[in-house]
């Protein structure tokens, strides 16, 4: 998966906007809901009929969490909205997959957009998934594209806390679950730090081969592409400290301070990976120098010995009638005698030279 | 088409401010004008036939859009200025198509102007078409330099809608047209996208050629070109949504907000794009490299295999006397023992400096 | 000219701040003051004889412009200094032409400096030209360098103009000639950009040599310096319109922020041109890579050829008593056929590796 | 030790917020703690028991001053927390030495935490160490990673100071203790300074070899993490200047605005060497090419030397019947003049290309 | 002379804040001091003797100039300290010469510091010296490192003034003394300028060697070193010019702010020879390239005109029984045509190829 999705940018182009249809790259993810719902007195987990169902969950003063897996499903997000009077262009946004982070304040709730970020596998490469969130006075709303655990620590915390957390109203949820998916990134950055390293030892032991460039290459693409949606969100929760919403309680500030100096904390990480390797590109091409200025050598030497010599042969092997040395009886012997000390002396010379 | 028209820029120089003169390249489009009006009750598309025919419009209280395409008539320009009490310098920009994305208000009207882009073609090349827009009251004039679709989806809108769009009025109209151009651009990306995936592929399968080297250059050259345009659409957005004219709506303004956050994606897709395209360079660089690379390792194996035994040969070519060697029954089947097994050593000896 | 005069920029280091003396590289230039007066009811021409002539237009309620080409003549500039009040410092910076873009409110005028750029010939070198502009309430000096031609059309129309322009005060004046002088900018840059199409051509057609680098490095060096002189042009106007002296009119400075508006495009225009350029540096070095590689390729070609067969005349060139192939009668037309076709296969081998 | 601590920094991914573990790379130090109180009247160094001990100094008066070295004892971090009113997520960045520099405004308390810095061996490798404090009205915690030096020139000015030092509050403490990690940074740009110095004979010198290269990316590296930890250093002092606690006298902040031009000064320095490390690389990369360059000389010169004399070696090697100067006498010696001279010959156009 | 003082930067590093010890390089320059009073009334210059003799100075109503060269002798720093009331962390700042320029208002006095710089020779190496200015209401302290010429324009003008200038207070001799130092600063980049263009004139004409890459590379530090000194002057002026002190008059400001227009232009001089020098490493490392090629191209043409040619001598010097050639007459002539005209159809094809 690339970081800049291919032939999917441009889908909605010419539909008047407002118009509800999922853009992004996973269309097959069939679409779940879940609900869970607590407060002080304990958690339920009822399970998900229809949206109607949702509606008493919103003035019920225990906190409700619906998690919708998949986007394929256009509908149900647009009973959602109906149901609870998010805006139309909210709508669009969770469902064009394409958003860069960024959060709005609404006149009943909050909107918050962002990615999350998976290392793939072994060699670096990201899966990304938008996830969105609209947070009401006693109802979140979280929209992934894809299923999988990134909410785990969230639903454990639920599950197995007694009083504290469940005491805390919709902020304390959002703000463990921008945590979840913030600390995911960590993650990611080892990854990053790992096949950064194994990049390095390649480029030192063995032979720098196109492959490693293109390592390289491919890196700096998903590092850029990593950048590009992890630095706006230290922006992203500025606006919701600033913002005067009631929904979001002033106790909850350090703790949303805490996820912005997090988020810092990897944009940082991600610069100083970027720069690092861009420095290993340097390396690499000073590497092919190098190698090349070793071959040059090689032929140098080899050139430099035996071509003089060849020419001593050459010399001897004319036909001239009158050529005195050629009776000379000690001059093949000490022919052999130059050519064994005209290398050695070359050698000699090649070493102070510092080429051997 | 170059991002830089050659010969134009100073084209007006010399003139007296406020001149009105057509400066661009596109001359040879007929001006033609469309209007369409249209408000709650229905549209309508009355053929233009002067300009003063529009002057009704004004304070119809319906929705009036004057579409002008093409701008060599300047007298079309004129009048309507005259009409409409547009400012001279206003009157010039919208003529002068090498204007810069910008927004003015003025106390009766707003200004906009800014460049529609479209792909030319397969390889990335882009053409570019400054529209301006005069906002009033009830009247949306556009100005545009050529003839094409770039409006379509909007006018399919008004055409079709029922109701809610044609309710609205001329900054709703305005949000759309903008939509439109901006919406454009991903077209756009999809398509660079397209043509760096090539470029790459090149590199990565055949011969990086100086061909190689050019698209890379005049990509680039494209997305700086692009880039250009593209980037002050954000602060314009921003000027229009603080300005307190009573022309924007309140309501408008969350739509202005959505166009606004896509021209902050087409920005960082550019960008994106232009870092990738600039690693490219790095790789081409990288590949001639490599290749020389490749071409000394064979003239070095060559030479080197051979100049020592010829060498050998040339010792045996030479005619001295007394060579006790010459006589010597196995000296020859010696010699070829010898001319077979140095080439075998050296390549052992270059594959495992990892030559071959 | 270069874009750092040589030998002039510490002139005037140790003497005294305050000291009059023209520092600059045009010397040679004699003094020449013109007198231009108008107002509603028509122009005039006074010849210039004294400076002292120059008081009664102070209150005179027409407008008049004094223009001093050549800076050499001290002594004129002094007397008007005395006559209108002006302060030294300001003196000092008229007199010194190494002044960057500026913008001064005093009390009773306002000083406005900047650079004059002409494209001095075909291959893009630039002539700057100190322009200083006091702006009384009745009269605008301005102190020119050189003697040329950068008024020519403001002056034209103030000859020409019936009504409205003369109707206007001195800050309108200010704005023609502040426009006068960056739409000279276009033409600068239409030279820049075909200068860069020539460097182009060069590097895609012919042999890149060290004068296509030399030029590379020149117009960089002149892009570098332009820009210095153009881009705090911005900040100048925009101080203009900040400030509220009572010499500025209301209905001005749209006027201004239109010249404003051109000097961001020259800034943007030129800021391209050196993306541009720096992009032909690497297209240069790339090309020089190249051809290496092509010199490289032929040299392999030749030497991978001959070399092996020439070894192989060398072991028949021996003089060993025992050889038997040298009686055979079939061997010398065999060789023939190995000189025959190991070329062609050694061709076809570097075709397939596409170095042919 | 990498400026990326490996495999750690995910360490707490899936935990709850809030929960306190001790999380980096330096777990086997054991955790001691010392007290130091003191205040006009002298100063003392009670033994540390247990953490309740501690709770008396907080109205005492005095100032008392706690140093926790080593973090693997979380027990006792906690009981601090607990006893002192420290919130939970502060307690969690003491212990997480992750944490980039920064300030925080607690109501009863402020929180520090930076990094302590040393170079750990002549090569310019750096020891990270993460220092935190805790501010309150008469107790100063501090807390750090390992047990080293840093702080006795603060608790040797403390143990000898009569008077003044003894007289001045917590915020002076917490000066002072700042200004001892702060200035322990010039001894590092010490150490870097003498590797650049190293580099650099290194490269004029001998052989620019691939270790001199590993041994810049590298310094790059440290540089670059260093950059990291120093650069907030300004803002958080700035933050400590602009709040309005009463915990910071104004007194203190003449000298708390000297640690901020310490830090500028160190972070002026950093950019310095990077700019020259970054100068080193590309004197290494041209100290490669010229090296090529002088290989290529030297095989250009044999080559052209002897490959054309070995060729009329060749002609008068041929066996042809009728080659009438193989009967010339004076032919040999003739060959003999050619070979004597033309080296000659070619020597001297080599020394006029400035070859040799 | 380097702009990092090495050895010297961490001296003060475990010393208690306040610690008066000169810590710089310049330690052997002996301590003068030199005293100038002046007034409307004229001017004086009383031996030094002591600092108490300085006392009546400071009710005296006149301006008073005191000097002091070499900062060795510690004790008289001190005790104008204790005599005037001046912070001990400002004389510490005095007296450590690794300041970067800057600029604080204290409640009875003003403290300036910033570095002089003197081209140090022909070859643009620096000379920097740390100048302290402690202005009060009617004296001006300044210390400076060495002993020098930097101040002779400003004694010069006191001595010789008649009026106007000993009318000002201390603010103007203040402006008087930044405005020498920063005119220095022209000198130094007329040095700048000359060794640049000497550069490039060595680049152009003869062969690029490893000094060249020196010299760029040295200059390069030397430029960032000199950049670094003065960029924080606009800055200091700046708060000066805000600062509320009754310290400097309000007709003060405009000289500032002419010494603050120098500094920027200063800057800005060094900018643009730091992108000139940039841009000649460029010219430098293609000329390297350009030069490989060329050395290329002589052995390139050299093989490939002789070795075929040896070949086929290699061919006729075989010594098979049956070579039908070597009977005919005209072969050998026909040989010497063949060896003839092969070099001119190289090096004919050699010269299409542009390689000659």
Known sequence: MKPVARGYASDKTGLPPGSLVHVGQVRETE???????????????????????????????????????????????KQIGALFGI?????????NTHQRPKFEEH???????????????????????QISLLVLENIV????????????????????????????????????????IIDQNFVLIDALDETITAIEEDLLAGEPGSETLNTIQRVKREIVGVRRYVSPIRDLINEMLRCESGLIDERTQIYLRDVSDHATRVVESIELHRDIISGLLDIYISSVSNKMNEVMKVLTIFASIFIPMTFLTGIYGMN????????????????????LTTPTVLLLYFRRKKWL
Do not use: C
């Open 87 to 95: 805006h139309q262009l909210v709508l669009e946004d969770i469902l």
């Open 320 to 339: 001239f009638e009158y050529m005195p040395e050629l009776k000379m009886r000690w001059m093949y012997p000490a022919m052999w005698v130059i050519f």
């Open 31 to 77: 679409t779940t809901v879940s609900v869970i719902d607590y407060s002080r007195d304990g958690f339920a987990e009822p399970g998900f009929t229809s949206v109607d169902q949702l509606l008493p969950f919103r003035d019920s003063g225990t906190v409700t969490w619906v998690i919708v897996e998949g986007l394929a499903d256009v509908e149900t997000v």
């Open 141 to 180: 709303f979280t929209f992934k594209e894809k299923r999988d655990d990134l909410f785990r620590p969230v639903l454990q915390r639920i599950r197995t806390s007694r009083g504290r957390f469940l005491d805390l109203g919709t902020d304390f949820l959002t703000y463990s679950i921008l945590d979840a």
């Open 107 to 129: 006149d009943d709730y909050l909107y918050i957009v962002l990615k999350g970020m998976l290392a793939a596998n072994q060699e670096f490469s990201v899966d990304y998934e």
